[in-house]
């Protein structure tokens, strides 16, 4: 059973920053991608910003500059170190892993979720 632990979410007044944690155990495949998605009431789930085993990374436009993800991949674990923070960065964030089988196969795993919320 994979589990994702989120931690670091909260209330920030705008400008603040805040750093988000999450830990993946119990795969029994390596984890190739894992990321951060968030969802705002009434909107659609979107990805924040993604890293690969590599250190590749990926951004959404929103973010760049402001954002900044990190990954330690003995830990299996992930970052998301966010800053200048805006009233529409808040929403829950959702931590997401993918792993990859032998075959190839893609198995995506999702946290439960932190609240972060900026206060204007």
């Known amino acids: 059973q994979v589990r994702l632990v989120e931690s670091g979410g909260g209330l920030v007044p705008a400008g603040g920053s805040l750093r988000l944690s999450c830990a993946a155990s119990?795969?029994?495949?390596?984890?190739?991608?894992m990321g951060w998605y968030r969802q705002a009431p009434g909107k659609q789930r979107e990805l924040v910003a993604a890293?690969?085993?590599?250190?590749?990374?990926n951004y959404a436009d929103a973010v760049k500059v402001r954002f900044t993800i990190s990954r330690d991949n003995a830990k299996n674990a992930v970052y998301l170190q966010m800053s200048s923070l805006k009233p529409d960065d808040t929403a829950v964030y959702l931590c997401?892993?993918?792993?990859?089988?032998?075959?190839?196969?893609?198995?995506?795993?999702w946290g439960q979720g932190t609240q972060v919320t900026v206060s204007s």
């Open positions: 119990g795969s029994i495949f390596p984890i190739d991608v």
């Open positions: 890293i690969s085993s590599g250190g590749s990374t």
């Open positions: 997401n892993a993918v792993a990859v089988g032998t075959l190839g196969g893609r198995y995506v795993y």
